[in-house]
């Protein structure tokens, strides 16, 4: 797996975006996150090194594009057909791409995009139930050949029957909040979306506890070293069928 932020920057907005990690960490370094502007990793996906091979191996399986931006994000609109150029030319990667922008999907979208390329798959975040019917019927109408659905932070009990019965939906991933103002995560919420998940024979992934848990109607204080591990100590994923 690889990361491949071609530019950095962005603009909360939902609720989900409220803690947002990218924010606290360049508060750190009295950054402004607001501003979005190119990386020096912009060309990362074809970089090659001295020997002609690709800096980013075929062995590193997926990418993850813009983990501290949105891809669709305003500011990239003019930059955004180079990038789809070197997906385009990198099939041998698998291109993962989650936002909270899915309503900008047609933005700069290639000319041979037609139904999807077929080593991209998209992602909407959806933290809470407003936000899951706002975009996910976008994601299902839209050309996308590779759906899937993220629940993090998850904010609420989330019901996604409808969206996974038109067997569109590859994958749901649901996690809690990190950070000292983290929101409670409520294992119910996990468990609930993993019944829906089964009952329509969709993998699931429980990622992370976030820093706040409940469990039994208690409250976990979760230190970040142990939310991840935690998470896959509950022994709930559900792998591809």
């Known amino acids: 797996?690889?990361?491949?932020?071609?530019?950095?920057?962005?603009?909360?907005?939902?609720?989900?975006?409220?803690?947002?990690?990218?924010?606290?960490?360049?508060?750190?370094?009295?950054?402004d996150s607001n501003i979005v502007s190119k990386t020096k990793n912009f060309n990362e996906a074809i970089k090659r090194k001295k020997d002609g091979s690709y800096s980013i191996k075929p062995d590193d399986g997926y990418v993850y594009?813009?983990?501290?931006?949105?891809?669709?994000i305003?500011?990239?609109?003019?930059?955004?057909?180079?990038?789809?150029?070197?997906?385009?030319?990198?099939?041998?990667?698998?291109?993962?791409?989650?936002?909270?922008?899915?309503?900008?999907?047609?933005?700069?979208?290639?000319?041979?995009?037609?139904?999807?390329?077929?080593?991209?798959t998209i992602c909407t975040t959806c933290e809470n139930q407003a936000m899951t019917d706002e975009r996910l019927p976008m994601l299902l109408d839209l050309p996308i050949k590779h759906r899937e659905i993220i629940h993090e932070p998850m904010l609420e009990k989330i019901n996604i029957e409808?969206?996974?019965?038109?067997?569109?939906?590859?994958?749901?991933?649901?996690?809690?909040?990190?950070?000292?103002?983290?929101?409670?995560?409520n294992y119910d919420w996990i468990l609930n979306t993993r019944e829906q998940c089964l009952k329509y024979n969709v993998?699931?992934?429980?990622?992370?506890?976030?820093?706040?848990?409940?469990?039994?109607?208690t409250i976990y204080k979760v230190a970040r070293k142990d939310q991840l591990r935690q998470a896959h100590k509950a022994n709930i994923d559900i792998k591809k069928f």
């Open 1 to 31: 797996m690889s990361i491949w932020n071609p530019w950095h920057g962005c603009h909360k907005k939902s609720a989900g975006c409220l803690n947002c990690y990218m924010f606290r960490r360049d508060a750190e370094f009295d950054k």
């Open 65 to 72: 594009i813009c983990m501290t931006s949105d891809f669709f």
């Open 74 to 120: 305003e500011e990239a609109d003019s930059w955004r057909k180079e990038i789809w150029q070197m997906v385009k030319e990198r099939k041998d990667l698998n291109f993962y791409i989650i936002t909270k922008r899915i309503e900008r999907f047609n933005v700069s979208i290639p000319d041979d995009w037609n139904d999807g390329y077929d080593n991209v």
């Open 162 to 185: 409808k969206y996974l019965e038109t067997s569109k939906i590859e994958h749901v991933t649901c996690g809690g909040e990190s950070g000292p103002n983290a929101r409670v995560c």
């Open 203 to 217: 993998p699931f992934y429980f990622k992370q506890t976030g820093a706040n848990f409940i469990k039994d109607n």
